[in-house]
Nanobody, 123 residues
Framework: VQLQASGGGLVQAGGSLRLSCAAS????????MGWFRQPPGKDREIVVA????????TYADSVKGRFTISRDNAKSTVYLQMNSLEPEDTAVYYC?????????????????WGQGTLVTVSS
């Protein structure tokens, strides 16, 4: 399974971006999905995770109320709508497919990873 993340770019603080993660196989429709990010010089961290059927999503406290995850299983694609972006959101964003149906906040529970897309928020 290959995951292709896209949609990153340069945006001013307060702006919005929408990231997409397209999977190469329809089988990921049965998997939980997650978005992670790695800020410059820091460790990778979870942003949000969603279950296979979209019945539950868990957000990191730092993005609650600003970011929204969604998925379209018919298109094998997961989205991350990011609003009210802050310079602290600057990072490489990765999507990942979980080993099972649940979207976990634990990166060890993810089997497939995308290549990352860079988001830069200027102040």
């Amino acid at each position: 399974v290959q995951l292709q993340a896209s949609g990153g770019g340069l945006v001013q603080a307060g702006g919005s971006l929408r990231l997409s993660c397209a999977a190469s196989k329809r089988t990921t429709s049965n998997n939980g999905m997650g978005w992670f990010r790695q800020p410059p010089g820091k460790d990778r961290e979870i942003v949000v995770a969603i279950n296979w059927n979209s019945d539950g999503a868990t957000y990191a406290d730092s993005v609650k109320g600003r970011f929204t995850i969604s998925r379209d299983n018919a298109k094998s694609t997961v989205y991350l709508q990011m609003n009210s972006l802050e310079p602290e959101d600057t990072a490489v964003y990765y999507c990942a497919a979980a080993r099972g149906a649940i979207g976990s906040m634990d990166p060890a529970m993810y089997r497939y990873w995308g290549q990352g897309t860079l988001v830069t928020v200027s102040s």
